[in-house]
């Protein structure tokens, strides 16, 4: 029932009422007064009428302010409902809207046209009578729908409705519906499902991305928790498993690694400061170390790290600089090697010519003399050595050929000293392509040094082994073994710890290991002995 009917009936129901009172008023005083003087009588009563007619007519203004009152406010409020509200009678024409319910219907049908009386369906456009018709539903057989989402076109409408049920007779009058377009909300959702979508998707790449990264990556959130851990930091610490990594405290985690974390680049990111370029070392390895705070408007988020293994790089550093020493070795050999060759050619001749003329009180001079020409002969055949930067012939030879062959010699040499041999000999190694003028000169230097550095009782322990694609040749002392400081430079020419030593013997060495294709390692324990690990490629062509 719409406020203007309330009124109206509210003013038939007052009229009636002074009517009936009037009437019995009347009929009152003409029982009580007497017949005599009807005109006093007739006058009276009216008069009687007409104050009752004022009185009432009074009660029936205050009545209508009050309703008018209440209607209104009553308007007022459900037009500040966000959203249509309406109510309908039985036969579901429209006796009430709200201002917002008004503009949804009119936005619906995209029309000025008057929606009061007008039938529900003809209002929404999409209610058919159809029993799937949430609306038509509630109406005709009491139905209570909530947030029901009813397509109206290119629009949404989510939808509340309600029946009205007469209390006295339990039949449906009429019904109420609250409603909202929420057309631009389901765009904005679909747009922010498939923004969603989009990023998941962006997080998926990019974590795969960061997996394939040759670098290690570490991002941990502002409490200092690991949020990734790429493929490339599981490779350095393979006792664990990310599962175990991921969500822990980056403080437990290095501390489970042996890790300093006050000195970590990421405990300094997540207090805001950055680090680039920062040195580190991780078990035996270098790396270069990067971290950087993830900020936003002033509030630390979180951090992220990158490690740079260059443990390869500063090895081929090495070897460049060593090169660049041998170059300079080579050149000063080409260019004194035949001058000097030369004279002393002619000075050793002399001095044993004058040997054999002199007495013998002056031989042991002679023999000084001639062991000093010597060792700077073999001092020029090593500058030889390094500067013959050349390719050398190679040919199939079985490497424990070789072995045997100088076993004599080596023999002869240790038993001078008091030493043993050993030869561990894998059988059926494959031939390789070596020469056998350096490989020889190879295992005579790297012998004769393991005798001068047992000085006197030990073992010289000649090992050969095949491994895939390669073939490994060891050669042990049991002497004093060499300290860690030494052991990295032992390879640099000139760098030498005896007496008499040039620094050319181990570079000569290495320098035949790489003409051959192979790598060559030292391993070293004070008090021990020291181990030569030569690998040489299996090659048949």
Known sequence: MGGEDLILHVKRWVWLTCLGLSVLLTMLIGFYMPREGSFTVAGLTMAVWLLTIGLLYGIYQRILKKLAFKQNMMSWMVNQIPGGFLSTDVQGRIVFINEGGRQI?????????????MDLRAAFGCCSGDEDCPLWNSLKYGQIFHKVRVPVGDRTILLDSTPIVDPITHQIVGLTAYFQD???????????RK??????????????????????????????RIVHFNEMSMTYIPQLKRDDIIGQSLKNFMEQIGVNYEKTVLSKALNGIRTVGSYSLYDGKSFLSYAYPIEKNGEILGAVGIYQEITEMEQLKDDLSQMERLSLVGQMAASITHEIRNPMAVIKGFIQLIKERTGPELQEYFVLILEELNRANEIINDFLSLAQNRNVPMESVELNAIVRSLHPIIQADANMRGAQVELLLQPDLSPMLLNEKEIKQLILNLVRNGLEAMNGSGVIKIETKHANDHVELLISDTGTGISEEKLARIFEPFYTSKE???????PVCLSIVQKHGGQMIAKSALGKGTTFVITLPVKTE
């Open 182 to 192: 929420i057309s631009e909300e389901e765009r904005l959702d679909r747009r922010l």
């Open 500 to 506: 008499k030593g040039t620094g050319l013997g181990l």
């Open 105 to 117: 219907i009119q936005s619906v049908q995209q029309s000025d046209k008057e929606i009061m009386g």
């Open 195 to 224: 923004l969603t979508s989009e990023a998941v998707e962006y997080a998926k790449d990019l974590q795969t991305l960061l997996n394939f990264l040759p670098i290690s990556v570490i991002s941990v959130d502002q409490h200092g």
